[in-house]
């Protein structure tokens, strides 16, 4: 698959999601959380990455946040290849129904649960590596100082 058919089937299964576009970025809003996904092209390769941004409302009240970099907790889409987990995705080796499946997959885990605070603490009591992936202050409010 080319590079850009790669992203055009992101973005339409995300807005099937009902992530809205904005840029670059892929937004979905609960009250607690905004939900940031965005595509990034790999420095060294023809691959990308696909990364979740959890920004909390409460430390974002102006909404100048917008971005999965400025996620209070982060987290990247894997998959499973060749036996061995993977955040990297090329395009050349993956088919539109493999990625769709593992697109899916990953909004089952880390995005469609994801409603409130408490559900994003109970994400990273599953997944303690995200401890890595989180603000200071998003430790102290999710309750992880």
Do not use: C, W
């Not at 996904?37 to 974002?60: A, P």
């Not at 899916?104 to 409603?115: A, D, G, R, S, V």
Request: glycine share 6%.
């Amino acid at each position: 698959m080319e590079s850009i058919y790669f992203q055009k089937v992101i973005s339409d299964f995300l807005k099937k999601k009902g992530f809205s576009k904005k840029g670059s970025s892929f937004l979905k809003e609960t009250n607690d959380i905004l939900l940031v996904i965005g595509v990034q092209k790999s420095s060294y390769s023809e691959g990308f990455y696909i990364n979740v941004g959890y920004i909390l409302q409460e430390l974002n009240k102006e909404h100048k946040k917008q971005k999965y970099m400025d996620g209070d907790v982060r987290a990247r889409f894997s998959y499973e290849k060749e036996g061995k987990t993977t955040d990297y995705f090329e395009p050349e080796n993956i088919t539109e129904k493999e990625l769709e499946n593992i697109l899916n997959n990953n909004i089952m885990e880390l995005i469609e649960p994801i409603l409130s605070v408490d559900n994003l603490k109970t994400l990273i009591n599953k997944k303690p590596v995200m401890l890595y992936q989180i603000t200071l202050q998003a430790k102290q409010i999710l309750g992880f100082s």
